[in-house]
């Protein structure tokens, strides 16, 4: 009903920058809240940052003050802004969104299938 696809990924050099975005498409009435996660080789996934429909935001500790999260309604796109990236940043990224489905109005929750961010020199 809803496919969520990312872009943006890639490799950068410590202290660089990267955008991520995510576009979903498909039976949308609205989107609650935008999330990113990540995940290392050989470690948890972890939320790194969220959106919800109201604007709010919050980060974890380990990102503040260098990513930050925004969103177009317009476009149904969230956007991920990565600034100061280290070593540690090195994952897979993936957005989340809680959707109200149109229509039938259920609320699902969606993943995009995830883009590689390497922080290297």
């Known amino acids: 009903q809803v496919q969520l696809v990312e872009s943006g990924g890639g490799l950068v050099q410590p202290g660089g920058s990267l955008r991520l975005s995510c576009v979903a498409s498909?039976?949308?009435?609205?989107?609650?809240?935008w999330d990113w996660y990540r995940q290392a080789p050989g470690k948890q996934r972890e939320l790194v940052a969220t959106?919800?429909?109201?604007?709010?935001?919050n980060y974890a500790d380990s990102v503040k003050g260098r990513f930050a999260i925004s969103e177009d309604n317009a476009k149904n796109t969230v956007y991920l802004s990565m600034n100061s990236l280290k070593p540690d940043d090195t994952a897979v990224y993936y957005c989340y969104a809680d959707v109200n489905i149109q229509v039938t109005y259920l609320r699902r929750a969606y993943w995009g299938q995830g883009t590689q961010v390497t922080v290297s020199s």
């Open positions: 959106i919800t429909s109201g604007g709010v935001t």
């Open positions: 498909g039976r949308i009435s609205r989107i609650n809240e």
